[in-house]
């Protein structure tokens, strides 16, 4: 039992983090401060409520990130294709010249 207080402490502060990096417009129920307020005054209660019905859910429609646009990559490819090319031809003529 000795440990309980610290569990329990580590369970505050891991809500109160949780809270606070949370996106704002995604928090279920309540808002931030009264999340963090609720947290701080009843830790082992707020911190299950907040992870049961505060935490905002995963969105699962759509991964993060790899939505691109693939007329916009194949532009980024093309412009890739053409930088290298013309640092090849600098090269090239680079080496010409110092032969000189």
Request: proline letters at 7%; hydrophobic letters at 45%; glycine letters at 6%.
């Amino acid at each position: 039992m000795p440990y309980l207080g610290l569990l329990v402490t580590a369970l505050m502060v891991i809500a109160i983090v949780d809270i606070a990096r949370a996106d704002e417009a995604r928090i279920r129920g309540l808002p931030r401060a009264q999340w963090t307020l609720l947290v701080a005054l009843i830790p082992v209660a707020g911190a299950l409520a907040w992870c049961i019905a505060g935490r905002p859910s995963p969105d699962r429609s759509a991964p993060d990130e790899l939505i691109t646009d693939p007329g916009a990559e194949e532009e980024f490819r093309r412009r890739c294709r053409e930088r290298a090319e013309m640092q090849r031809r600098a090269a090239r003529s680079g080496r010409d010249n110092s032969t000189d």
